[in-house]
T-cell receptor
Framework: TQLLEQSPQFLSIQEGENLTVYCNSSSVFSSLQWYRQEPGEGPVLLVTVVTGGEVKKLKRLTFQFGDARKDSSLHITAAQPGDTGLYLCAGRAGGTSYGKLTFGQGTILTVHP | GAGVSQTPSNKVTEKGKYVELRCDPISGHTALYWYRQSLGQGPEFLIYFQGTGAADDSGLPNDRFFAVRPEGSVSTLKIQRTERGDSAVYLC??????????????FGPGTRLTVT
């Protein structure tokens, strides 16, 4: 069974601070995705990383896929109250399990003005 | 364009009852997924359809859970003899195809099931 450990589970910071969320596994994933989820809504995709060592930037968000494709991180620079939400990493295995996503338990981020 | 829709948005049922949860995927999407999300947790995979057939049902917790997609579009998740532990938000997602490792899954808002 593939598991994704996400940390920290909760993060409460002031506007303007930087933060990093980690997603770790002992398993290799063919790709890894980061989602953001608002209360009462489904997750919305932020980014997909597929190559070991890959770095992607989305405005103030930087995503990195580990060289061995077992871990990933999300770094937010100068956080804003609008960044508040639940952040989820999700890995896609290869082979016959390519359809399903394995999610981490999520990081609840609160950015205070 | 319309996104993934799920009905009902909320369902309260008594322990032991039967429930059906419906998912309308984005038109033209061939892959459809069901996940279950408990409070404070990430979504947990239940079942994945490619067209009309279940390509992977390894996440269904037991034989009380069953899902169908008879015409390759709308899907229904059926839960028999509901238990309080079945209380969760049931999420449905669809994607254009299930074969690409980068394919985005588009999620619906979920159905919140409460078993009393």
């Amino acid at each position: 069974t593939q598991l994704l450990e996400q940390s920290p589970q909760f993060l409460s910071i002031q506007e303007g601070e930087n933060l990093t969320v980690y997603c770790n596994s002992s398993s290799v994933f063919s790709s890894l995705q980061w989602y953001r989820q608002e209360p009462g809504e489904g997750p919305v995709l932020l980014v997909t990383v597929v190559t070991g060592g890959e770095v992607k930037k989305l405005k103030r968000l930087t995503f990195q896929f580990g060289d061995a494709r077992k871990d990933s991180s999300l770094h937010i620079t100068a956080a804003q109250p609008g960044d508040t939400g639940l952040y989820l990493c999700a890995g896609r295995a290869g082979g016959t399990s390519y359809g399903k996503l394995t999610f981490g338990q999520g990081t609840i981020l609160t950015v205070h003005p | 364009g319309a996104g993934v829709s799920q009905t009902p948005s909320n369902k309260v049922t008594e322990k032991g009852k039967y429930v059906e949860l419906r998912c309308d995927p984005i038109s033209g999407h061939t892959a459809l997924y069901w996940y279950r999300q408990s409070l404070g947790q990430g979504p947990e995979f239940l079942i994945y359809f490619q067209g009309t057939g279940a390509a992977d049902d390894s996440g269904l917790p037991n034989d009380r859970f069953f899902a169908v997609r008879p015409e390759g579009s709308v899907s229904t998740l059926k839960i028999q003899r509901t238990e309080r532990g079945d209380s969760a938000v049931y999420l449905c997602a669809s994607s254009p195809a299930g074969t690409g490792r980068t394919h985005e899954q588009y999620f619906g808002p979920g159905t919140r099931l409460t078993v009393t």
